[in-house]
C-alpha cells in the first residue's frame, strides 16, 4: 500500500476517525489516510470526521482567533504576543508569517481530506446509499467551507477539487470567479432535494442543511461585492437567507428569547447554533494541555480576550475568571456601540441594549485579600466583595468619595479615560467556568454560525435589492431581542436609519468576537476607513484604573494599515515549493 506524504497545499493526511455514537464524533487518530482505505465503508467515514476534526486547527486557538478577528475597528492590540495582524507591523505582516502558514496548510490538509472522500465515495461497497449521500453532502458543504475562507482571505488561490496522492509543484493560483464557482456548485449539491444533507444533525457538531443555506447567503453576500460578483448574487443571499428563516423550526433551529442564553455555558448545541465545532473534556478529543498553551487544535477562545484581572488589588487568577492571554483588547468604538442616542445620561448608557451587560465583564469580586497590595489599598476587603467595577462612563466626584468611603472599604473603579490594555471590559461569551485547572484551554462547543446572523445577512441583501421594509424588519427582529424589559420601542430603528455603517454596527453589537468582522469589513470595503476612525493611537503611558497606576493603551493599526491589507500574505513555502507558479499577493 503506497502511503501518502505532503506538505504544504498537498499536505499529508494526519488525523482521521472512525465511528460514531449518539452524543458526539469519536476520533481514532490514524497516520495517514490512504485511497484503499477511503474506498471503505470505515475509510470514507474516517474521511469526513476527519475533515470536521480539522476545523479545531483552524478556528479556535490564537492563532486562527487572531487571523479572523484582529486589526479590525473592534479589537486591538493586546498585551500578549501576537503575530501582527493586530496592527499591521511589516515586519511579522510578511510571507513568512507563521499564522497565515499554519493556516493555509490547514485549510489545504482538510481539503484534501475532503477531495478523498468525494472521489472514493462512488466506490465503497457495505453501506447503503442513503448513507453515502450523507457523507458526500456534508463533506461538500466543509469544503466549500474551506475555500471560502481561503478564498476571503488570500484571493486567488489554487483550486484543487482533485484528491491529490502524490506530490506535485504544479499548482498555481485560480482566478476568484472560478474558486466562488466551486464553492457554490458544492454548496447547491449538498442542498440537492433528493440526495442532499440531512434537515437536522445525526450527532452534535455536523452540518446540516440549514448550515448549508446559512453559508450560501453568505456566500453570495460576500461575492457580490468582489471582482468576481454576479448580477444575481444578492437576490441569492436574501433568497438563501429567508429559506432558513422561513423554515428553522423544520430544522430544530430558532433564535433563542433570550441573548444571555445564546453562549450559556452547556448550550453550544442550542437552537440558535447553525455550526459549531466541537470540543469535549476528552484531552484525546480535543487536545486539552494543562498549560493552556499546547498545539493547535486547543479551544483557547476563554484566554484571548481576557485582561489582566489578575493584577487587581485583592485579586488572584482563578478558574471562574480564567487565563489571560491577552490577544484581543475591546476599542472604545466596540464598548460604545451599545449606547442608543436616547440615552442621554450616562447613567443610562448601555441599558436599553441588553446584549453588552450579557456579554461582556465588568466586575470582579475579591477572591485574594491581601493579594497584589490589596492590604494597603483596602484592609478590609473579604471574599466575594467588590474588587473592581468597570463603569463605562466617568464617575462624579461624589460618586467615587461614596465608593472610598464604604464601610468594607474602597475598590478598583475604571472608567473610559482609564481604560488601559490591561485593564477594560472584555466579551465573556467563550468563559468556561468548570475546567478543571486555571491554566486548561476550553472544553466548550466553539459557536462559529448563528441564526442571528441570518437575519443580519437577509437585512443587508434587501437594503441594497431595495426591499427597505424587509431589511428592517429583520433588523428589528434581532434588536427587539436584545432589548431591556419594556423598551422594544426604544430599540427598533425605522428607513431612514438604514444604511451599510448602521448594517455593520448592528453586527457588531451582535457578532463582536465570532471570526467575522475582519471578513465584513473587507467585504464591505470599510476595512481601512474604519480602523483609521476607530482604532486609537498607541500610547506608551496612561493613567489605569490602579489609583496612581499607568499602562500602555491602544495600537498602531490606523497608522499602518494600507490598502493591501484586505487580503492576508500567501506563505513563501508556496511560493517556493511551486517554483513561483503560486504567486504573491501586492504589498508583501
Same mark, same amino acid.
Request: some cysteine; proline content about 5%; glycine content about 8%.
Given at each position: 500500500?503506497?502511503?501518502?506524504?505532503?506538505?504544504?497545499?498537498?499536505?499529508?493526511?494526519?488525523?482521521?476517525?472512525?465511528?460514531?455514537?449518539?452524543?458526539?464524533?469519536?476520533?481514532?487518530?490514524?497516520?495517514?489516510?490512504?485511497?484503499?482505505?477511503?474506498?471503505?465503508?470505515?475509510?470514507?467515514?474516517?474521511?469526513?470526521?476527519?475533515?470536521?476534526?480539522?476545523?479545531?486547527?483552524?478556528?479556535?486557538?490564537?492563532?486562527?482567533?487572531?487571523?479572523?478577528?484582529?486589526?479590525?475597528?473592534?479589537?486591538?492590540?493586546?498585551?500578549?504576543?501576537?503575530?501582527?495582524?493586530?496592527?499591521? &507591523?511589516?515586519? %511579522?505582516?510578511?510571507?513568512?508569517?507563521?499564522?497565515?502558514?499554519?493556516?493555509?496548510?490547514?485549510?489545504?490538509?482538510?481539503?484534501?481530506?475532503? &477531495?478523498?472522500?468525494?472521489?472514493?465515495?462512488?466506490?465503497?461497497?457495505?453501506?447503503?446509499?442513503?448513507?453515502?449521500?450523507?457523507?458526500?453532502?456534508?463533506?461538500?458543504?466543509?469544503?466549500?467551507?474551506?475555500?471560502?475562507?481561503?478564498?476571503?482571505?488570500?484571493?486567488?488561490?489554487?483550486?484543487?477539487?482533485?484528491?491529490?496522492?502524490?506530490?506535485?509543484?504544479?499548482?498555481?493560483?485560480?482566478?476568484?470567479?472560478?474558486?466562488?464557482?466551486?464553492?457554490?456548485?458544492?454548496?447547491?449539491?449538498?442542498?440537492?432535494?433528493?440526495?442532499?444533507?440531512?434537515?437536522?444533525?445525526?450527532?452534535?457538531?455536523?452540518?446540516?442543511?440549514?448550515?448549508?443555506?446559512?453559508?450560501?447567503?453568505?456566500?453570495?453576500?460576500?461575492?457580490?461585492?468582489?471582482?468576481?460578483?454576479?448580477?444575481?448574487?444578492?437576490?441569492?443571499?436574501?433568497?438563501?437567507?429567508?429559506?432558513?428563516?422561513?423554515?428553522?423550526?423544520?430544522?430544530?433551529?430558532?433564535?433563542?428569547?433570550?441573548?444571555?442564553?445564546?453562549?450559556? %455555558?452547556?448550550?453550544?448545541?442550542?437552537?440558535?447554533?447553525?455550526?459549531?465545532?466541537?470540543?469535549?473534556?476528552?484531552?484525546?478529543?480535543?487536545?486539552?494541555?494543562?498549560?493552556?498553551?499546547?498545539?493547535?487544535?486547543?479551544?483557547?477562545?476563554?484566554?484571548?480576550?481576557?485582561?489582566?484581572?489578575?493584577?487587581?488589588?485583592?485579586?488572584?487568577?482563578?478558574?471562574?475568571?480564567?487565563?489571560?492571554?491577552?490577544?484581543?483588547?475591546?476599542?472604545?468604538?466596540?464598548?460604545?456601540?451599545?449606547?442608543?442616542?436616547?440615552?442621554?445620561?450616562?447613567?443610562?448608557?448601555?441599558?436599553?441594549?441588553?446584549?453588552?451587560?450579557?456579554?461582556?465583564?465588568?466586575?470582579?469580586?475579591?477572591?485574594?485579600?491581601?493579594?497584589?497590595?490589596?492590604?494597603?489599598?483596602?484592609?478590609?476587603?473579604?471574599?466575594?466583595?467588590?474588587?473592581?467595577?468597570?463603569?463605562?462612563?466617568?464617575?462624579?466626584?461624589?460618586?467615587?468619595?461614596?465608593?472610598?468611603?464604604?464601610?468594607?472599604?474602597?475598590?478598583?473603579?475604571?472608567?473610559?479615560?482609564?481604560?488601559?490594555?490591561?485593564?477594560?471590559?472584555?466579551?465573556?461569551?467563550?468563559?468556561?467556568?468548570?475546567?478543571?485547572?486555571?491554566?486548561?484551554?476550553?472544553?466548550?462547543?466553539?459557536?462559529?454560525?448563528?441564526?442571528?446572523?441570518?437575519?443580519?445577512?437577509?437585512?443587508?441583501?434587501?437594503?441594497?435589492?431595495?426591499?427597505?421594509?424587509?431589511?428592517?424588519?429583520?433588523?428589528?427582529?434581532?434588536?427587539?431581542?436584545?432589548?431591556?424589559?419594556?423598551?422594544?420601542?426604544?430599540? %427598533?430603528?425605522?428607513?431612514?436609519?438604514?444604511?451599510?455603517?448602521?448594517?455593520? %454596527?448592528?453586527?457588531?453589537?451582535?457578532?463582536?468576537?465570532?471570526?467575522?468582522?475582519?471578513?465584513?469589513?473587507?467585504?464591505?470595503?470599510?476595512?481601512?476607513?474604519?480602523?483609521?476612525?476607530?482604532?486609537?493611537?498607541?500610547?506608551?503611558?496612561?493613567?489605569?484604573?490602579?489609583?496612581?497606576?499607568?499602562?500602555?493603551?491602544?495600537?498602531?493599526?490606523?497608522?499602518?494599515?494600507?490598502?493591501?491589507?484586505?487580503?492576508?500574505?500567501?506563505?513563501?513555502?508556496?511560493?517556493?515549493?511551486?517554483?513561483?507558479?503560486?504567486?504573491?499577493?501586492?504589498?508583501?
Amino acid at each position: 500500500m503506497k502511503k501518502i506524504l505532503f506538505t504544504g497545499t498537498a499536505l499529508a493526511l494526519l488525523l482521521a476517525a472512525t465511528g460514531c455514537d449518539k452524543d458526539t464524533l469519536v476520533e481514532e487518530p490514524r497516520s495517514v489516510l490512504v485511497p484503499s482505505f477511503f474506498g471503505t465503508p470505515d475509510g470514507i467515514q474516517a474521511g469526513l470526521v476527519g475533515v470536521y476534526s480539522g476545523l479545531r486547527n483552524i478556528t479556535a486557538d490564537q492563532g486562527g482567533s487572531n487571523f479572523m478577528s484582529q486589526g479590525t475597528d473592534e479589537f486591538m492590540r493586546g498585551f500578549g504576543a501576537s503575530n501582527g495582524f493586530e496592527d499591521y &507591523n511589516a515586519g %511579522e505582516m510578511s510571507s513568512t508569517n507563521g499564522t497565515a502558514t499554519n493556516l493555509w496548510n490547514a485549510f489545504y490538509g482538510n481539503i484534501n481530506t475532503a &477531495n478523498g472522500v468525494l472521489q472514493y465515495a462512488g466506490t465503497v461497497q457495505g453501506l447503503a446509499p442513503a448513507a453515502v449521500n450523507q457523507i458526500v453532502a456534508e463533506t461538500k458543504v466543509l469544503r466549500a467551507w474551506n475555500y471560502f475562507y481561503l478564498v476571503q482571505s488570500f484571493g486567488d488561490v489554487p483550486l484543487m477539487l482533485k484528491f491529490v496522492d502524490t506530490p506535485t509543484k504544479d499548482i498555481a493560483r485560480a482566478p476568484l470567479a472560478e474558486v466562488y464557482s466551486a464553492i457554490i456548485t458544492d454548496l447547491n449539491d449538498a442542498l440537492n432535494p433528493t440526495t442532499g444533507i440531512a434537515n437536522t444533525a445525526a450527532q452534535p457538531g455536523r452540518v446540516t442543511r440549514a448550515t448549508a443555506l446559512h453559508l450560501l447567503a453568505k456566500v453570495h453576500l460576500t461575492r457580490a461585492t468582489s471582482t468576481a460578483r454576479a448580477a444575481d448574487d444578492y437576490a441569492k443571499a436574501a433568497q438563501f437567507a429567508e429559506e432558513l428563516i422561513r423554515d428553522a423550526s423544520k430544522y430544530g433551529k430558532g433564535l433563542e428569547a433570550d441573548p444571555a442564553q445564546v453562549f450559556a %455555558e452547556g448550550n453550544e448545541n442550542g437552537k440558535e447554533v447553525l455550526m459549531n465545532v466541537q470540543f469535549n473534556a476528552d484531552p484525546v478529543f480535543t487536545g486539552i494541555s494543562d498549560n493552556g498553551a499546547g498545539g493547535a487544535g486547543q479551544n483557547q477562545t476563554n484566554f484571548l480576550f481576557r485582561v489582566r484581572y489578575d493584577l487587581l488589588p485583592n485579586m488572584t487568577r482563578s478558574i471562574q475568571y480564567g487565563r489571560p492571554f491577552g490577544r484581543l483588547g475591546s476599542t472604545p468604538y466596540l464598548l460604545d456601540s451599545y449606547k442608543l442616542a436616547s440615552e442621554t445620561n450616562p447613567r443610562q448608557w448601555r441599558t436599553t441594549d441588553t446584549r453588552y451587560a450579557k456579554w461582556f465583564s465588568t466586575l470582579w469580586l475579591v477572591n485574594s485579600p491581601g493579594g497584589n497590595g490589596g492590604t494597603a489599598f483596602n484592609p478590609r476587603a473579604v471574599v466575594g466583595d467588590t474588587a473592581a467595577w468597570y463603569a463605562g462612563r466617568e464617575l462624579t466626584a461624589a460618586e467615587q468619595a461614596r465608593i472610598n468611603t464604604r464601610p468594607n472599604g474602597r475598590y478598583v473603579v475604571g472608567t473610559p479615560s482609564t481604560y488601559t490594555t490591561n485593564f477594560s471590559p472584555y466579551i465573556n461569551k467563550y468563559d468556561d467556568a468548570t475546567r478543571p485547572a486555571l491554566n486548561n484551554s476550553s472544553d466548550r462547543p466553539l459557536i462559529f454560525y448563528r441564526l442571528s446572523e441570518t437575519y443580519l445577512i437577509a437585512a443587508e441583501a434587501n437594503m441594497y435589492l431595495g426591499r427597505t421594509t424587509e431589511a428592517v424588519n429583520q433588523l428589528n427582529i434581532i434588536r427587539r431581542r436584545a432589548a431591556a424589559s419594556g423598551r422594544t420601542a426604544q430599540m %427598533e430603528i425605522t428607513a431612514a436609519q438604514l444604511n451599510i455603517d448602521f448594517i455593520l %454596527e448592528e453586527r457588531t453589537r451582535e457578532l463582536c468576537g465570532e471570526f467575522t468582522r475582519w471578513y465584513d469589513l473587507v467585504r464591505t470595503g470599510k476595512l481601512v476607513e474604519r480602523v483609521k476612525l476607530y482604532v486609537p493611537a498607541y500610547v506608551g503611558s496612561k493613567p489605569s484604573p490602579i489609583p496612581g497606576g499607568t499602562d500602555q493603551y491602544g495600537s498602531n493599526a490606523a497608522r499602518n494599515i494600507q490598502s493591501f491589507h484586505v487580503l492576508r500574505p500567501i506563505p513563501q513555502q508556496e511560493i517556493d515549493r511551486t517554483s513561483g507558479k503560486i504567486t504573491q499577493n501586492t504589498g508583501y
